[in-house]
């Protein structure tokens, strides 16, 4: 079971679950701007990922953000994340609950996914 989670207007999520399609692999879309996000999820990718991971640095609400970065830890990351889930780096694919990938690379994707397809 795939499940990708992300914000449905984003491009980057759009070629996603584009190749998704293309790849004929069933998943279930979560849209966390409008379903929101289950805080031990948001706490499970912090603890696996870390915010450095999990945080897409190079996006417009991060860089829009007043506070000393320098000075940020998961647990603050994770009451900024709550308050902004456009800070999430997109998209994020939890597979069958135990993995995550982050972000879309197709050569990444390729070699994770398409193995799911015949499981």
């Known amino acids: 079971m795939l499940t990708i989670y992300g914000i449905k207007n984003c ?3 759009k070629k996603a679950m584009l190749w998704l399609n293309e790849q004929g692999l ?3 879309f979560h849209d966390y701007k409008k379903e929101g996000l ?3 999820l948001l706490k499970t990718w912090l603890e696996t990922l870390g915010w450095q991971t999990l945080i897409n640095q190079q996006g ?3 860089r829009k953000l007043a506070i000393d970065k320098t000075t940020l830890n998961n647990d603050f990351a994770f009451d900024l994340i709550k308050n902004n889930l456009s800070l999430i780096k ?3 694919v939890a597979i069958n609950n135990q993995r995550t990938l982050l972000g ?3 050569q990444t994707w390729q070699d994770q996914l398409i193995s799911i397809k015949h499981d």
Do not use: I, K
């Open 38 to 40: 289950d805080d031990t």
């Open 60 to 62: 417009t609400t991060w």
């Open 90 to 92: 997109r998209p994020l």
């Open 11 to 13: 491009d980057t999520m």
């Open 104 to 106: 879309f690379n197709v």
């Open 26 to 28: 069933d998943y279930h």
